[in-house]
């Protein structure tokens, strides 16, 4: 997804290793990033804005696990973008709709927020399942905001036009759906369109909704 990923240009230090697959990085590096202090915070690290060994360690272990490249511990602007989405949907608490900006006079309804990358289902008022982080489309593929309903379910889903599986797909708009994703809903630069979710969110968000049901979908996504 294009998480807060175009804050800034990538540093020497990412240019250098772009190129470079996530398995290939192996090695820290020893540079201090720019988002350096913040990520000590988010990472529970000693904040003192300097690189070590143990802060490169903690921070390459976030990047392998939120698909973020290259691996080598640099605290970029990529890596506190992923960081800082994170802290907003964990913000959001037991309350994501407190705004009411996702309608609360049509029963079962599920909300996608593309500024804070988040979803869940409410009935009314009442929070039925979530919030859960999403992915949802990178730049020139957004996922279209309004309202919408789910018109189409396939369990097991193949996508003949990117020939990927998209698992528990629920389709609201055209080709965009929501399903499951293999890898992590916060690695870049984002889906097609559709609202890529982890298999234990698609899969429940299968037991909550059929067709017919609202999809409403409001914001926009960080870096689009």
Avoid at 36 to 56: H, I, N, T
Avoid at 169 to 193: K, L, N, T
Wanted: hydrophobic residues 35%; glycine residues 10%.
């Amino acid at each position: 997804m294009v998480v807060p990923l175009a804050m800034a240009a990538a540093s020497p230090a990412q240019a250098a290793t772009a190129a470079q697959p996530t398995s290939a990085a192996s090695s820290c590096t020893t540079s201090t990033g720019p988002y350096q202090k913040q990520a000590e915070k988010f990472l529970g690290r000693p904040v003192d804005g300097r690189q070590s060994r143990a802060d490169c360690l903690a921070i390459q272990k976030f990047q392998i696990n939120h698909g973020i490249s290259p691996t080598i511990g640099y605290a970029g602007p990529v890596t506190w973008g992923v960081m800082s989405l994170i802290n907003t949907q964990k913000a959001a608490g037991h309350d994501p709709n407190a705004a009411r900006k996702c309608p609360t006079n049509k029963g079962r309804i599920a909300c996608v927020d593309l500024t804070r990358q988040l979803s869940w289902v409410q009935d009314g008022s009442r929070l039925a399942y979530g919030p859960v982080p999403v992915r949802t489309g990178r730049d020139r593929y957004e996922t279209r905001t309004g309202l919408k309903k789910i018109y189409w379910r396939d369990i097991d889903h193949w996508s003949t036009l990117y020939d990927v599986a998209m698992p528990y797909s629920q389709f609201f708009d055209g080709g965009q759906a929501f399903h499951s994703i293999a890898g992590s809903v916060w690695s870049p630069p984002g889906s097609h369109g559709c609202v890529n979710m982890r298999s234990a969110d698609a899969k429940k968000y299968w037991s909550l909704l059929k067709n017919g049901d609202d999809v409403y979908v409001y914001g926009r996504k960080p870096g689009t």
